[in-house]
């Protein structure tokens, strides 16, 4: 099997690897699948965590294997990518769109809008959500709180 035919199948498998904290978003979606290569008879794997000590790198890393075993595909080593630093513009389309739907508000440098009635009116009522990647925020249109995707 060529390079490129090996590379294709990981990527194929890795497409449906999902981040642990946001089950509803691929680790590609996140923007966090950085490269697949072929490694010898195997691939090579980058990924680059949203944030410095992110604890679902742990998980992300079993599942890549979990992945790539499934696919026939045994001799894989995971590199984590500590630079460029990952930052939300490397979100893709579908993610974003992704994250919309779950009520989750996509990154924005301004205030988000409510992901629930699309009201401009919000106000922050937390800086640290559920995850180190999201805020609380509160819609005070339809008073409903939602959380934020932080954009870095």
Partial sequence: MSGADLAARARAALARVSDPEL???TIADL???RGVERDGDGVEVSITPTYSGCPAMVEITAAIHRALD???IASVRVRTVLAPAWTTDW???EGRRKLAAAGIAPPSPRAPSCPRC???A???LSAFGAAACKALWRCTACREPFDAFKCH
Avoid: V
């Fill in 70 to 72: 499934a696919a026939g």
């Fill in 122 to 124: 919000t106000e922050l």
């Fill in 91 to 93: 979100l893709s389309e």
């Fill in 118 to 120: 699309a009201s401009p």
């Fill in 23 to 25: 089950p509803f978003l």
């Fill in 31 to 33: 923007g966090i699948l």
